[in-house]
């Protein structure tokens, strides 16, 4: 089975940009690497798996610490 792998392409860079800006908004400000590794996972329907809480503050990202 051959991974997913999710563009980095000029379009991500721009829904990146506009989630953050859409975050500072709403009076959160985070990490640009962490906005756009949400990107990236909500252009493929991801789940991101991680420990860091940042993930859980962006809307429509599925986040979680555990493997099932």
């Known amino acids: 089975m051959r991974p997913i792998l999710a563009d980095s392409s000029w379009y991500i860079w721009h829904e990146t940009l506009e ?10 400000v985070l990490p640009i690497q962490d906005i756009h590794i949400a990107a990236c996972a909500l252009s493929i329907d991801a789940v991101v798996l991680t420990h860091d809480a940042h993930f859980r503050e962006i809307p429509g990202v599925d986040a979680t610490g555990r493997i099932f």
């Open 19 to 28: 989630l953050a800006w859409q975050l500072d908004r709403q009076g959160r």
